[in-house]
């Protein structure tokens, strides 16, 4: 059983992934419960990718600003406390499908009712958490300087998710050594097959990813003083004009459409969010990453990324820097794709293992 954390698409991109080399090896995942907040929902490629009884529940989430673009978290927190008797109701219906399947192996992403249910109704049901931010509970991971308070609170959260689990696998960027004593394993990015399926080429446009879409102005606004650069962008804007101009194309949310265009894109213009920057990184794309502000998470992950000098990081959408930044670019993906490529062999062993 799968229990999902439904903010933004990596979580469910990596349960996909998971889903995939399980049912392969002869595995059954019998029900994927899902949280969301009334401003996300779940997306058609979950249920088209993933045969089993999916079920939505409400899940704690972040308040974001009249602009849908920055994180408020004190908000985000009053709120979260606010609405415990929702999240007491996700429980007991976690707890009814947990009944009614009767799994073998719980397996969460980052979802903290996965850690709150373990909490209150002690299961003797085994659980593994997956997710990226588990490396956050490493001795070795160096988080970016400043911002004490939302570090504490990051850990404090990843910590939340992972209660009463047997096994933290920590999906990062590069190897990282194992961590017994909190029972971290640090682990390959977890990709769909889809990645690994595209023809890559180098095309004549950038692609974008915005999980807010209040970031589309910004796209627009830069986009208007540089009407010659052809751009593409991704977006959950439900007043989506597709063809902004010739140049500027808005598209739905479509998983499979934007592996192919990022397969032939110069590079990739984003938030922060991990499983992209994966996505990029494994095709050998330059990337460009401005994290939502307030989003302490993606900001670790633009800081982390970064680092390996596969792409840039800002605070606003300047991609003239981005732009000045890609004849300089000479990323090799190899190393990447070979840490990646040894994911499936490592989730069997790490499943068989408990």
């Not at 939502?292 to 982390?304: F, L, M, R, S, T």
């Amino acid at each position: 059983m799968f229990i999902v954390q439904g903010e933004g698409r990596g979580h469910m991109t990596q349960a996909i992934s998971t889903y995939n080399v399980l049912k392969k090896a002869g595995h059954k995942i019998s029900c994927v419960v899902i949280g969301i907040n009334p401003h996300r929902y779940i997306p058609d490629f979950v249920r088209q990718q993933i045969e089993a009884d999916i079920v939505a529940v409400e899940c704690p989430g972040f308040v974001m600003d009249s602009k849908l673009k920055a994180v408020k978290l004190i908000p985000s927190i009053l709120k979260n406390i606010a609405k415990l008797w929702d999240f007491k109701i996700s429980l007991q219906a976690i707890h009814k499908k947990i009944n009614e399947h009767k799994p073998d192996v719980i397996i969460n992403f980052y979802n903290p009712l996965s850690g709150l249910y373990n909490l209150l109704f002690r299961p003797a049901i085994p659980t593994i958490c997956i997710a990226h931010q588990y490396i956050y509970l490493h001795p070795k991971y160096v988080f970016p300087k400043g911002k004490l308070m939302d570090r504490l609170a990051i850990k404090f959260y990843t910590g939340l998710t992972a209660l009463g689990s047997n096994k933290k696998l920590a999906l990062s960027f590069y190897p990282i050594d194992n961590y017994s004593k909190r029972s971290i394993v640090g682990f390959p990015p977890l990709l769909r097959k889809e990645v690994f399926e595209q023809e890559i080429d180098e095309g004549s446009y950038l692609l974008t990813y915005l999980v807010n879409s209040g970031y589309a102005e910004e796209i627009i606004r830069w986009h208007n003083g540089n009407p010659e650069v052809e751009i593409h962008c991704f977006t959950d804007k439900k007043d989506l004009v597709e063809k902004y101009n010739d140049k500027l194309h808005f598209h739905k949310l479509d998983d499979k459409k934007f592996l192919q265009m990022m397969a032939q894109s110069k590079g990739l213009v984003s938030t922060a969010g991990f499983e992209s920057i994966c996505e990029a990184m494994y095709m050998g794309k330059p990337v460009f990453m401005v994290p939502v502000e307030g989003n302490y998470e993606q900001h670790c992950n633009a800081h982390d990324a970064f680092k390996t000098g596969k792409g840039i990081h800002d605070s606003k959408f300047n991609i003239n820097r981005f732009l000045d930044f890609l004849p300089t670019q000479k990323h090799d993906p190899i190393m990447f794709r070979q840490w990646v490529n040894s994911a499936d062999e490592k989730l069997l062993t790490q499943l068989t293992a408990l």
